[in-house]
């Protein structure tokens, strides 16, 4: 079964404190990883789009990277407005539509 | 660009009582929309998708309904509504690959 964990449930930093997020997969052929970030009450704001093993992709403080079984979203130095639930999500290549499995998220609490 | 448009932000309703929230895509023609309800701590439960006009594909047996009656308008209906159908229901969009796109959703209570 196709499945998305995303680890720790919470994390708190230090504004400036460096850390990753970390989201593990299980899919029968992966199309896609893909990373939101949501605030509270808003629906999720896509940030990035992963294909294949090796890949980063970059934007501000936050760096995504995927292997062949999981993704990592780094946060260098980040600041209060970081704060927010971080979304992975996988498309499979089975599913027959452009179909996302989501993880539970990972909510950060950056504070001054 | 596209936007997508979803509404009302908040609604209170009985028990009971019927549902139609709704769903627009602006600046894009023909595009795969979906509906997904959010519970608190927990990931986003897909409900409905649609790859194009009157073509609607549940994912899980409910009390709701969904229909498409434009190419760029979803539709999210129940004639009776239910305690459990409380919570956040967000509207999506995508091309036939890439990442979906959301709306702001809509938080649901039921008394």
């Known amino acids: 079964e196709d499945q998305v964990t995303q680890s720790p449930e919470a994390l708190r930093l230090q504004e400036g404190e460096s850390s990753s997020l970390n989201c593990s997969y299980t899919v029968s052929g992966l199309r896609g990883l893909f990373w939101y970030r949501q605030d509270p009450g808003k629906g999720p704001e896509f940030l990035f789009t992963l294909y294949s093993a090796g890949e980063e992709k970059e934007k501000e403080r936050l760096k995504a990277t995927l292997t062949k079984k999981e993704s990592f979203l780094h946060i260098t130095a980040p600041k209060p407005e970081d704060s927010a639930t971080y979304l992975c999500a996988v498309q499979p290549f089975s599913g027959g539509y452009n179909k996302l499995i989501f993880g539970a998220g990972t909510r950060l609490a950056v504070h001054p | 660009s596209q936007t997508i448009h979803q509404w009302p932000a908040t609604l209170v309703q009985p028990v009971g009582s019927p549902l139609s929230l709704e769903c627009t895509v602006e600046?894009?023609?023909?595009?795969?929309l979906y509906w997904y309800r959010q519970a608190a701590g927990r990931g986003l439960q897909l409900l409905f998708y649609s790859v194009g006009i009157g073509q609607i594909s549940s994912e899980v047996p409910q009390n709701l309904s969904a229909s498409r009656p434009q190419d760029r308008q979803f539709i999210l209906s129940s004639k009776k509504l239910l305690l459990s159908d409380s919570g956040f229901y967000l509207c999506a969009w995508s091309g036939t690959r890439g990442p979906q796109h959301f709306g702001d959703g809509t938080r649901l209570s039921i008394l």
């Open positions: 600046g894009t023609s023909n595009p795969n």
